[in-house]
């Protein structure tokens, strides 16, 4: 029988083995080391990769193998931040989605870009560092922005929320309906929203 601290010496080498497998670049959570063994010990063995440089952390649970930057030398470029916020996602058990605030200026309705890189979630409210950018998180109750799988109906209700009942008009709608496909415009109106974007989405005046 292999003794405790043969088997933890194994799980660490498969973990290297695991990470350098990975491409530079990549960002990943404990669970897609995906080998057998305890998370905890798992997690051990990431962290003491962070700690020689191998990997960066970039919140807790969520690492980021370094990739080099080709044009200066010696330079690390940040992770991609797409990537560090699905991983973010599957790490806390949360979903993700573009903030009203910057969904409005990908539907064209405004042309402000927000100065931080800010997104809705159903995990808590929070500010995080991701590559050295300011990243913020705002909680929402609001469930239809994450009920579809396609990110720009999502992106649609998040636009109307920040916009709320009195700002969304028939040109609103229209900005919405020409950036979506008309099947992507058939889930949005059969999401479970709020009465008043309802009636918005099929244009009818939600005061009526």
Known sequence: MKSTMSIKSSISEQVKDKVSSFHRGKVFTAQDINIKGKHETI?????????IGVLKRVIKGVYYKPKQSTLFKNRVLPPDLNKALKAISIANKEKIQIHGAIAVNRFGISTQIP??????TTGHSRELRIGGSKVKFVHTSNKAMFESKIPEVGMAVAAMQYLGKELV??????CIRTKLTEEQYALLINLPLTAWMKLALNGKNCDK
């Open 169 to 174: 008009n028939e040109n609103v709608v229209k």
């Open 115 to 120: 100065m931080t890189e800010i997104y809705y």
């Open 43 to 51: 997690s051990r063995s990431l962290s003491r990769m962070v700690e």
